[in-house]
């Protein structure tokens, strides 16, 4: 029994030490960065900045490779294939790894098993927005005159499984009303529709939105966020809407493959963190363009992912919403 508890003892520290070393030396070489959208949009926005700032802290180069396309699987599937160690990493949005299990028959790999939560970085807190024309100022008088209409209201996506499309069917859900779903192929488009009155609703984020509440060109009904926002006092949560349970996460986050070694996932964490934390980066990335800095360490980020897997499973699967 002696003998078997010091092979343990020795095996567990031995693994220690490793562990230790493998962090210390991270990274050891050119670190890629795997974005699974186009150049130019809001993850590749984040991506670029941060990748830069890492590759000063790091000593490195930390190279951001655009992968995209098939709804950002080709770009995930190439990280959970990688070599767990820490030098290939996903960089992407909540879409990839809590949507598209529940909405992809098959996949090539399993965003939940083959990979692991590295930091959540940002929380992108959404908009309930409205045609000036839509005689509606509250979540309540939208349900109120969806239910009057003979017609059903139009609400405009960026398509199956993202964040309109989640929250107005589950609104749809829990009300009873209908709404005709309208797929564009983006947030922008989904947003210009709004404002021709093509569709009378979508979800936009603070930053991209309050120009039209400036301008009348558009209203907004409620915001997905614990609370406020303090540049919007006057925009209802939607918990204080009445309807807390409707808004999905909309989050960017950074993982990396399953089997990564744990002391790698936390220095990860931690520098990034760092990163995101200075005053000047915050202020020009972040809380400057209207998101909220997160930061997660891989244990609280994977918590969150796995609340977060479930709630959207749960909501497509009554809604049936699928794949166009």
């Known amino acids: 029994m002696k003998t078997t508890w010091t092979s343990a003892l020795r095996a567990l520290l031995l693994a220690s030490i490793c562990q230790f070393a493998a962090a210390q030396d991270y990274p050891g070489g050119s670190v890629r960065l795997v974005v699974p959208y186009p150049p130019g949009g809001g993850v590749d926005g984040l991506a670029r900045p941060l990748a830069e700032r890492l590759a000063s802290l ?67 807190y959404q908009m309930v927005v409205v045609h000036p ?43 009873g009303i209908r709404l005709t779903h309208v797929p564009y192929k983006g947030i922008a488009p989904a947003l210009q529709a709004t404002l021709a009155n093509e569709v009378q609703a979508t979800l936009g984020g603070a930053a991209t939105t309050g120009q039209y509440f400036a301008a009348g060109t558009m209203k907004p009904l409620a915001i997905s966020a614990p609370k406020r926002l303090t540049l919007y006092p006057n925009v209802p949560t ?49 809380t400057g363009k209207g998101y909220q800095r997160v930061g997660s360490t891989p244990q609280e980020f994977a918590k969150f992912v796995e609340e977060d897997f479930r709630h959207k499973g749960r909501v497509i699967k009554e809604s049936g919403i699928k794949l166009d």
């Open 238 to 286: 939607l918990r204080e809407a009445g309807f807390p349970d409707i808004g999905p996460a909309a989050w960017f986050g950074i993982l990396a493959p399953r089997g990564t070694p744990q002391a790698v996932l936390d220095k990860i964490s931690r520098d990034v963190a760092r990163v995101m934390a200075d005053p000047a980066f915050d202020a020009a990335q972040v």
């Open 133 to 175: 024309s839509v005689r509606a100022n509250t979540m309540q008088e939208f349900v109120a005159l969806a239910k009057s209409q003979p017609t059903p209201i139009n609400y405009g996506s960026y398509g199956a499984g993202s964040q309109p499309n989640l929250l107005f069917e589950a609104l749809k859900l829990q009300t």
């Open 58 to 124: 790091w000593g490195k180069p930390v190279i951001v490779d655009n992968r995209a396309g098939a709804a950002t699987l080709i770009g995930s599937d190439f990280v959970a294939k990688a070599p767990p160690d820490g030098l290939t990493l996903l960089f992407t949005s909540d879409s990839s790894i809590t949507s598209n299990p529940h909405l992809f028959a098959k996949m090539t790999f399993d965003p939940m098993k083959d990979l692991v939560p590295v930091t959540q970085l940002i929380d992108l």
